[in-house]
Protein backbone atom coordinates (compact mmCIF):
# COMPACT_ATOMS: atom_id res chain seq x y z
CA UNK A 1 0.00 0.00 0.00
CA UNK A 2 1.13 3.48 0.15
CA UNK A 3 3.17 4.90 2.38
CA UNK A 4 5.46 7.20 3.67
CA UNK A 5 9.32 6.72 4.08
CA UNK A 6 12.46 8.30 4.93
CA UNK A 7 15.70 8.68 3.13
CA UNK A 8 18.22 8.21 5.78
CA UNK A 9 17.69 6.35 9.09
CA UNK A 10 20.00 7.81 11.45
CA UNK A 11 21.66 11.34 11.57
CA UNK A 12 24.63 12.34 13.82
CA UNK A 13 25.41 15.95 13.90
CA UNK A 14 27.42 18.70 16.08
CA UNK A 15 25.73 20.84 18.68
CA UNK A 16 24.61 24.41 16.95
CA UNK A 17 24.91 22.58 12.96
CA UNK A 18 21.75 23.16 10.96
CA UNK A 19 20.73 19.27 10.55
CA UNK A 20 17.78 18.50 7.71
CA UNK A 21 16.07 15.37 7.88
CA UNK A 22 14.14 14.20 4.76
CA UNK A 23 10.76 12.20 3.99
CA UNK A 24 9.69 10.39 0.95
CA UNK A 25 5.77 10.20 0.49
CA UNK A 26 4.16 8.41 -2.05
CA UNK A 27 0.23 9.37 -1.84
CA UNK A 28 -0.26 12.18 -4.02
CA UNK A 29 -3.72 12.50 -2.40
CA UNK A 30 -2.10 13.49 1.23
CA UNK A 31 -2.85 17.23 1.91
CA UNK A 32 -1.86 17.46 4.76
CA UNK A 33 1.73 16.54 6.39
CA UNK A 34 3.56 16.42 10.33
CA UNK A 35 6.51 16.45 11.64
CA UNK A 36 6.56 14.51 15.15
CA UNK A 37 9.85 13.91 17.48
CA UNK A 38 9.48 11.40 19.59
CA UNK A 39 11.91 10.89 22.90
CA UNK A 40 12.86 7.55 24.28
CA UNK A 41 9.69 6.12 26.58
CA UNK A 42 7.29 8.97 25.23
CA UNK A 43 4.74 9.28 23.03
CA UNK A 44 5.13 11.45 19.55
CA UNK A 45 6.02 15.21 20.20
CA UNK A 46 4.15 17.84 17.33
CA UNK A 47 7.02 19.76 15.84
CA UNK A 48 5.25 21.29 12.72
CA UNK A 49 2.69 20.88 9.98
CA UNK A 50 2.19 21.91 6.76
CA UNK A 51 -1.18 21.83 4.23
CA UNK A 52 -0.50 21.09 0.56
CA UNK A 53 -1.23 24.47 -0.54
CA UNK A 54 1.98 25.35 1.24
CA UNK A 55 6.02 25.13 0.09
CA UNK A 56 7.29 25.86 3.39
CA UNK A 57 6.47 26.99 6.74
CA UNK A 58 8.65 28.40 9.45
CA UNK A 59 8.58 27.60 13.72
CA UNK A 60 10.95 28.30 16.33
CA UNK A 61 14.63 26.86 14.77
CA UNK A 62 12.54 24.45 12.68
CA UNK A 63 11.32 24.99 8.91
CA UNK A 64 9.26 22.12 6.86
CA UNK A 65 9.55 22.38 3.47
CA UNK A 66 6.98 20.09 0.73
CA UNK A 67 8.07 19.79 -2.55
CA UNK A 68 5.05 18.22 -3.92
CA UNK A 69 6.73 18.13 -7.56
CA UNK A 70 8.51 14.81 -6.29
CA UNK A 71 6.69 14.36 -3.32
CA UNK A 72 9.18 15.04 -0.96
CA UNK A 73 8.90 16.66 2.93
CA UNK A 74 12.12 18.46 4.92
CA UNK A 75 12.66 19.09 8.32
CA UNK A 76 15.18 21.37 8.93
CA UNK A 77 16.61 22.06 12.50
CA UNK A 78 18.14 25.23 13.26
CA UNK A 79 21.43 25.23 15.55
CA UNK A 80 20.61 21.90 16.53
CA UNK A 81 21.20 21.25 20.80
CA UNK A 82 21.63 18.30 22.37
CA UNK A 83 17.82 18.02 23.18
CA UNK A 84 17.13 17.50 19.96
CA UNK A 85 17.98 14.51 20.02
CA UNK A 86 15.52 12.01 19.55
CA UNK A 87 13.72 10.24 16.37
CA UNK A 88 11.70 11.95 13.78
CA UNK A 89 8.93 11.17 12.16
CA UNK A 90 6.93 12.48 9.50
CA UNK A 91 3.81 11.78 8.80
CA UNK A 92 0.69 12.13 6.09
CA UNK A 93 -2.67 12.38 6.18
CA UNK A 94 -5.46 12.47 3.50
CA UNK A 95 -8.65 12.18 5.43
CA UNK A 96 -8.71 16.01 6.84
CA UNK A 97 -12.20 16.99 8.01
CA UNK A 98 -12.25 15.80 11.68
CA UNK A 99 -10.23 13.10 11.32
CA UNK A 100 -6.46 15.12 11.00
CA UNK A 101 -5.13 12.47 13.33
CA UNK A 102 -5.77 9.43 11.32
CA UNK A 103 -2.00 9.16 10.26
CA UNK A 104 0.04 6.99 7.88
CA UNK A 105 3.72 7.07 9.46
CA UNK A 106 7.64 7.31 7.97
CA UNK A 107 9.67 4.50 9.93
CA UNK A 108 11.69 7.59 11.39
CA UNK A 109 15.13 9.06 11.40
CA UNK A 110 17.58 8.78 14.80
CA UNK A 111 18.83 12.17 15.57
CA UNK A 112 21.98 12.25 18.00
CA UNK A 113 23.30 15.58 18.52
CA UNK A 114 26.80 15.50 19.91
CA UNK A 115 28.25 18.00 22.63
CA UNK B 1 -3.94 21.77 30.29
CA UNK B 2 -3.57 17.93 31.28
CA UNK B 3 -2.27 15.91 28.29
CA UNK B 4 -3.97 12.03 27.13
CA UNK B 5 -3.01 9.45 29.90
CA UNK B 6 -2.78 5.87 29.60
CA UNK B 7 -2.07 2.79 31.75
CA UNK B 8 -0.64 1.12 32.72
CA UNK B 9 2.88 1.80 31.49
CA UNK B 10 4.42 -1.30 30.96
CA UNK B 11 2.86 -4.24 30.65
CA UNK B 12 4.17 -8.23 30.69
CA UNK B 13 2.32 -11.29 29.61
CA UNK B 14 2.71 -15.02 28.41
CA UNK B 15 0.95 -15.71 24.94
CA UNK B 16 -2.71 -16.53 24.93
CA UNK B 17 -3.16 -14.38 28.17
CA UNK B 18 -5.25 -11.11 27.16
CA UNK B 19 -4.74 -7.59 28.10
CA UNK B 20 -6.14 -4.16 28.54
CA UNK B 21 -5.15 -0.58 27.77
CA UNK B 22 -6.91 2.43 29.24
CA UNK B 23 -6.79 5.99 27.70
CA UNK B 24 -7.70 8.86 29.07
CA UNK B 25 -8.08 11.54 26.08
CA UNK B 26 -7.80 15.58 26.79
CA UNK B 27 -10.81 16.66 27.70
CA UNK B 28 -13.29 17.81 25.30
CA UNK B 29 -11.54 16.15 22.26
CA UNK B 30 -14.34 14.23 20.60
CA UNK B 31 -11.73 12.06 18.34
CA UNK B 32 -9.65 9.22 19.72
CA UNK B 33 -7.34 7.11 18.22
CA UNK B 34 -5.33 4.00 19.26
CA UNK B 35 -2.26 3.13 17.34
CA UNK B 36 0.47 0.49 17.44
CA UNK B 37 4.11 1.01 17.44
CA UNK B 38 6.58 -2.21 16.66
CA UNK B 39 10.17 -0.89 17.81
CA UNK B 40 11.95 0.64 15.09
CA UNK B 41 8.80 1.65 13.21
CA UNK B 42 6.53 4.68 12.95
CA UNK B 43 3.36 4.21 14.68
CA UNK B 44 0.35 2.29 13.08
CA UNK B 45 -3.35 3.22 13.22
CA UNK B 46 -5.38 0.76 14.79
CA UNK B 47 -9.14 1.93 15.06
CA UNK B 48 -10.46 5.54 15.45
CA UNK B 49 -13.58 7.00 17.48
CA UNK B 50 -15.03 9.80 17.26
CA UNK B 51 -17.43 10.37 20.42
CA UNK B 52 -18.68 6.94 20.96
CA UNK B 53 -18.94 5.73 17.44
CA UNK B 54 -16.09 4.01 15.55
CA UNK B 55 -15.10 5.67 12.52
CA UNK B 56 -11.96 3.69 11.08
CA UNK B 57 -10.98 -0.01 12.27
CA UNK B 58 -9.86 -1.42 8.65
CA UNK B 59 -6.37 -2.13 10.22
CA UNK B 60 -7.73 -3.29 13.45
CA UNK B 61 -7.00 -7.54 13.69
CA UNK B 62 -10.32 -7.90 14.93
CA UNK B 63 -9.72 -11.93 15.95
CA UNK B 64 -7.80 -10.89 18.76
CA UNK B 65 -8.02 -7.00 19.19
CA UNK B 66 -11.29 -5.17 20.45
CA UNK B 67 -11.58 -1.65 21.44
CA UNK B 68 -14.66 0.17 23.17
CA UNK B 69 -15.59 4.12 23.98
CA UNK B 70 -18.97 3.68 25.57
CA UNK B 71 -19.17 7.13 26.94
CA UNK B 72 -17.52 8.99 24.21
CA UNK B 73 -14.73 10.01 26.42
CA UNK B 74 -12.56 7.13 27.78
CA UNK B 75 -11.43 4.02 25.94
CA UNK B 76 -10.13 0.64 26.45
CA UNK B 77 -7.83 -1.34 24.26
CA UNK B 78 -8.38 -5.44 24.91
CA UNK B 79 -6.17 -8.13 23.27
CA UNK B 80 -7.04 -11.81 23.81
CA UNK B 81 -5.11 -13.84 23.27
CA UNK B 82 -2.18 -12.56 22.60
CA UNK B 83 0.38 -13.23 20.29
CA UNK B 84 4.48 -12.80 20.62
CA UNK B 85 4.17 -10.48 17.68
CA UNK B 86 1.75 -8.03 19.59
CA UNK B 87 4.75 -6.94 21.42
CA UNK B 88 4.56 -2.96 20.83
CA UNK B 89 4.10 0.24 22.05
CA UNK B 90 -0.01 1.43 22.08
CA UNK B 91 -0.35 4.71 21.67
CA UNK B 92 -3.27 6.76 22.28
CA UNK B 93 -4.24 10.26 20.44
CA UNK B 94 -6.94 12.53 20.44
CA UNK B 95 -7.86 15.34 19.02
CA UNK B 96 -10.58 17.89 18.95
CA UNK B 97 -13.41 18.28 17.27
CA UNK B 98 -13.30 20.85 14.76
CA UNK B 99 -10.30 22.58 13.31
CA UNK B 100 -6.91 21.71 11.73
CA UNK B 101 -5.28 20.61 14.89
CA UNK B 102 -3.21 17.93 15.26
CA UNK B 103 -3.20 14.83 17.46
CA UNK B 104 -1.77 14.69 21.02
CA UNK B 105 -0.12 11.42 21.71
CA UNK B 106 -0.01 9.76 25.63
CA UNK B 107 3.63 7.71 26.73
CA UNK B 108 1.73 5.05 25.46
CA UNK B 109 1.57 1.65 27.16
CA UNK B 110 5.00 -0.93 26.18
CA UNK B 111 3.76 -4.56 26.26
CA UNK B 112 5.88 -7.93 25.98
CA UNK B 113 4.48 -11.08 25.14
CA UNK B 114 6.65 -13.43 26.34
Known amino acids: GESVGLHLPTLSVQEGDNSIINCAYS??????FIWYKQESGKGPQFIID?????DKRQGQRVTVLLNKTVKHLSLQIAATQPGDSAVYFC??????????????FGQGTILTVHP | EAGVAQSPRYKIIEKRQSVAFWCNPI?????LYWYQQILGQGPKLLIQ????????DSQLPKDRFSAERLKGVDSTLKIQPAKLEDSAVYLC????????????FGQGTRLTVV
Open chain 2, 27 to 31: SGHAT
Open chain 2, 49 to 56: FQNNGVVD
Open chain 1, 50 to 54: IRSNM
Open chain 2, 93 to 104: ASSPPLGVTEAF
Open chain 1, 91 to 104: AENIAGGTSYGKLT
Open chain 1, 27 to 32: NSASDY
